[in-house]
DNA sequence: GTCGATGTTATCAA
DNA sequence: TTTGATAACATCGA
C-alpha cells in the first residue's frame, strides 16, 4: 500500500506538522519494528529537533538536529511495510489497534506509528558519505528522477521480466504493485515481457507511463484500498482512478476485454490480455 | 475451523 | 547475477 505516492503523501503531511518540534518522549511498545536497540534509538530520538522530512523511494526519512561525536546528522528512518500508517495526531491518549509506538512531540501533539501487519520497520542511524545514510545507498534512482534515456537504457540491458524490474527497489526506488500495474497497463506492455525484448520507443512509453500515473496518483493523495491513510488520518482517492489493479475480470476501459489476473515474478498482477502483448 | 489471498522486504538456495 | 520460494504478520472472505 505505502508506495512511493503513499509516502510522497504522508512526507507532505508530516512537513506541515513536525519541522522545528522536538521529540520529548520516544515510546515503542512493540521492539520488533525497530532495527536499531531500543535504547540507542530512543537517545537518538529524545529530545532531538525535527529538522526536515523527505522521501527516499518508499521510505520516510526525518532529519534530526542531533549529530553524532564525529559530527554527522541523525536521521530517523521509517518504512511502513504494507500497512503502516505515520499520523501527527491531536489526542495522545487513546491510540488504536496496533499502535506499536508513539512520540510526544513539544507543543502538543503524538506522532503515532500504527502498523496491523508488522512489515514496517523505523531504525535511528547517521549519514554516510553522501549525506544520505548508507543504509538507502543500494536503492536505485527514484523514479520521478531518472530521464527517460537513462531508464530505456537500464530496463534493455536486462533480462529479468518489466514487472520485476519495476517492483525491484535496487532498479527503481519506489515503485509498488499497485503502480507497477496501472504504469504496465498505460504503456500497453505485457508485465511478463523481458526488459531485453523491449523496443526502445516502448521502453520510453514505460517511462512516461510510470512518471504519469504517479504525478496522478501524488495529485490524488495515493491509493487507499484498505488501510492507506495520509498523515492527517485521510484517505486518498486514486483507487478510484485504477485501470486494472483491482478490476479482474472487469471490462477493459480501453477494449472491453475482460482484465486477468495472475502471477508474474511472485506478485498479483492485473492486466489486459488484449492492450498489453508481449 | 481452514485455506488462500493481501499492498512490503529480507533471506536463502539453485 | 538472477530468480524463485519462503517467511515475517494479521485480517478478511469463501
Given at each position: 500500500?505505502?508506495?512511493?505516492?503513499?509516502?510522497?503523501?504522508?512526507?507532505?503531511?508530516?512537513?506541515a506538522?513536525?519541522?522545528?518540534?522536538?521529540?520529548?518522549?520516544?515510546?515503542?511498545?512493540?521492539?520488533?519494528?525497530?532495527?536499531?536497540?531500543?535504547?540507542?534509538?530512543?537517545?537518538?530520538l529524545?529530545?532531538?529537533?525535527?529538522?526536515?522530512?523527505?522521501?527516499?523511494?518508499?521510505?520516510?526519512?526525518?532529519?534530526?538536529?542531533?549529530?553524532?561525536?564525529?559530527?554527522?546528522?541523525?536521521?530517523?528512518?521509517?518504512?511502513?511495510?504494507?500497512?503502516?500508517?505515520?499520523?501527527c495526531?491531536?489526542?495522545?491518549?487513546?491510540?488504536?489497534?496496533?499502535?506499536?509506538a508513539?512520540f510526544?512531540?513539544?507543543?502538543?501533539?503524538?506522532?503515532?506509528?500504527?502498523?496491523?501487519?508488522?512489515?514496517?520497520?523505523?531504525?535511528?542511524?547517521?549519514?554516510?558519505?553522501?549525506?544520505?545514510?548508507?543504509?538507502?545507498?543500494?536503492?536505485?534512482?527514484?523514479?520521478?528522477?531518472?530521464?527517460?534515456a537513462?531508464?530505456?537504457?537500464?530496463?534493455?540491458?536486462?533480462?529479468?521480466?518489466v514487472?520485476?524490474?519495476?517492483?525491484?527497489?535496487?532498479?527503481?526506488?519506489?515503485?509498488?504493485?499497485?503502480?507497477?500495474?496501472?504504469?504496465?497497463?498505460?504503456?500497453?506492455?505485457h508485465p511478463?515481457?523481458?526488459?531485453?525484448?523491449l523496443?526502445?520507443?516502448?521502453?520510453l512509453?514505460?517511462?512516461?507511463?510510470?512518471?504519469?500515473?504517479?504525478?496522478?496518483?501524488?495529485?490524488?493523495?495515493?491509493?487507499?484500498?484498505?488501510?492507506?491513510?495520509?498523515?492527517?488520518g485521510?484517505?486518498?482517492s486514486?483507487?478510484?482512478?485504477?485501470?486494472?489493479?483491482?478490476?479482474?475480470?472487469?471490462?477493459?476501459?480501453?477494449?472491453?476485454?475482460?482484465?486477468?489476473?495472475?502471477?508474474?515474478?511472485?506478485?498479483?498482477?492485473?492486466?489486459?490480455?488484449?492492450?498489453?502483448?508481449?
Amino acid at each position: 500500500m505505502p508506495e512511493l505516492p503513499e509516502v510522497e503523501t504522508i512526507v507532505r503531511g508530516l512537513r506541515a506538522c513536525l519541522p522545528g518540534r522536538r521529540v520529548e518522549e520516544v515510546v515503542v511498545t512493540q521492539p520488533a519494528i525497530l532495527r536499531t536497540p531500543l535504547a540507542q534509538f530512543a537517545d537518538t530520538l529524545t529530545g532531538a529537533r525535527i529538522t526536515a522530512v523527505t522521501r527516499h523511494g518508499k521510505h520516510v526519512l526525518l532529519e534530526l538536529s542531533r549529530r553524532s561525536r564525529a559530527g554527522a546528522r541523525a536521521w530517523w528512518i521509517v518504512h511502513l511495510g504494507m500497512t503502516g500508517q505515520f499520523i501527527c495526531a491531536r489526542d495522545g491518549q487513546n491510540h488504536p489497534p496496533h499502535t506499536h509506538a508513539w512520540f510526544p512531540l513539544e507543543g502538543g501533539d503524538v506522532l503515532r506509528y500504527t502498523d496491523v501487519r508488522r512489515f514496517g520497520r523505523m531504525e535511528a542511524t547517521s549519514e554516510g558519505a553522501g549525506g544520505i545514510p548508507a543504509v538507502l545507498a543500494a536503492l536505485g534512482p527514484d523514479p520521478l528522477e531518472i530521464d527517460a534515456a537513462d531508464f530505456a537504457a537500464r530496463l534493455r540491458a536486462r533480462d529479468a521480466r518489466v514487472k520485476a524490474l519495476l517492483l525491484d527497489q535496487r532498479f527503481l526506488r519506489g515503485m509498488g504493485n499497485i503502480y507497477a500495474d496501472e504504469t504496465l497497463f498505460r504503456a500497453q506492455v505485457h508485465p511478463a515481457a523481458a526488459g531485453r525484448r523491449l523496443s526502445r520507443a516502448r521502453a520510453l512509453r514505460l517511462w512516461a507511463a510510470m512518471r504519469e500515473v504517479l504525478a496522478e496518483a501524488i495529485e490524488r493523495g495515493g491509493s487507499s484500498i484498505s488501510d492507506y491513510v495520509d498523515a492527517g488520518g485521510r484517505p486518498g482517492s486514486f483507487q478510484d482512478l485504477h485501470r486494472v489493479y483491482g478490476r479482474t475480470g472487469e471490462p477493459c476501459v480501453t477494449c472491453g476485454a475482460r482484465v486477468r489476473r495472475s502471477i508474474v515474478a511472485g506478485r498479483g498482477s492485473a492486466w489486459c490480455p488484449r492492450c498489453q502483448k508481449k
